[in-house]
Every structure is written in C-alpha cells, then in structure tokens.
C-alpha cells in the first residue's frame, strides 16, 4: 500500500509567513491535486512551544540562521515560526487536508528540533509515524511539502533507512536553499535510494 506524506505546508513557510520558503505557495494546487488522486494521505505539522531551543530569540545575542551546537549536534537557528496555537501555524487555507488520515505534530519538544516526520534531530526519538505506517500496511511513501533542503528531506531520509520505498515529487516541493543546502541533500536523498521525480 501507498501513503501521499504532506509535509508542513504552513502559513509561516509560505510567502508573509515568519520563515517563508521562497514560493512555497505555488505547490499548493499541485498539493491538492496528489491528495485527491492518493487514497491515503498523512500531513505533518511543524508544532513549536513558544520559547522553544531552535529558536534564535531563545538564545541571547544569536541571529537567525546561526548554527549552534546542541547536545544532540549542529542545530541551525531559525526565527521564530510554527508557534502552537499561532496563525502561523496553520495549514495553508487552500491546502485541502481534510482527507488526511493522521496528522502528526513534531517540534513540540521544548529542548529538541525536528525536521524528519519519523524522528527528532536527535535521530533517536521517534515520533510515532514508522509504526503507524508499518502497523497499517504501508510500504511505499509519495513525499511533497516545506522545504524540500530540511524536512521533506530528512524524512524521505529516514524513511528509507526505516525500509520503505520513497518516491519525493519535486514538482511539489520548494527549498530553502542555505548555503547550498538543497544540491547537498538532493545529492544525500539520491544516494539513500529516494527517486526524486
């Protein structure tokens, strides 16, 4: 069985959002035409405590963009974004994400950012979302979403060291690109075995 992973497709990453991804709108009707033609979707929401440790104002002096070392590694330092219970956090209005089947928060923990839908950065704590796909039959995964460089990447990874097949639509999908982020994990993704179409 196949599952469409919808990946943080929020108002703070689209254009006027507290850290738009360049473009990340126009994916939205792509997005949703996927969705109609899946027969099972899961979406994944960016889901940050206020305060929360990734966050350049929790650290005094720092700018956004930084890179810090936390005690589970390099941590990239990011504006304020995807605060529970903002507007920001929301789904884009023209995301058609009623059909989802589950949708799974991540970033919640205080301490510990979370770019992969299937663990935190520590690349330890899982979220939950492995065995819910396992446990329901799921052994291929279509992913699209915010941003292509950070999260749809570092899911797609860890999904295929979890043993699924991965397929990222790249149509479907728009980067960040820090510091050349984006050739470097499109590279990583194609080396792990992700098609990227």
Request: proline fraction near 5%; glycine fraction near 10%; hydrophobic fraction near 40%.
């Amino acid at each position: 069985m196949e599952a469409l992973v919808v990946i943080d497709v929020q108002n703070d990453f689209c254009p006027g959002g507290a850290l738009a991804v360049a473009g990340g709108d126009e994916i939205v009707p792509v997005v949703n035409r996927l969705i109609q033609s899946f027969d099972h979707v899961v979406l994944t929401q960016d889901w940050h405590p206020a305060g929360h440790s990734s966050f350049a104002s929790s650290h005094k002096g720092r700018e956004p963009f930084e890179t810090i070392a936390m005690p589970y590694g390099p941590q990239t330092l990011w504006p304020d974004h995807c605060v529970q219970g903002t507007a920001g956090a929301l789904f884009h209005p023209d995301l058609a994400w009623t059909k989802a089947e589950l949708v799974i928060r991540k970033g919640f923990r205080k301490g510990i950012d979370s770019y992969s839908a299937f663990y935190e950065n520590d690349h330890t704590t899982p979220t939950g979302l492995g065995g819910y796909l396992r446990e329901r039959g799921f052994s291929k995964l279509t992913m699209v979403g915010l941003a292509t460089d950070f999260c749809v990447a570092f899911s797609a990874l860890d999904a295929r060291r979890l043993g699924f097949d991965v397929t990222v639509r790249l149509d479907a999908c728009r980067a960040i690109d820090l510091g050349g982020s984006l050739a470097a994990m499109t590279d990583r993704m194609r080396e792990a075995g992700v098609k990227l179409v």
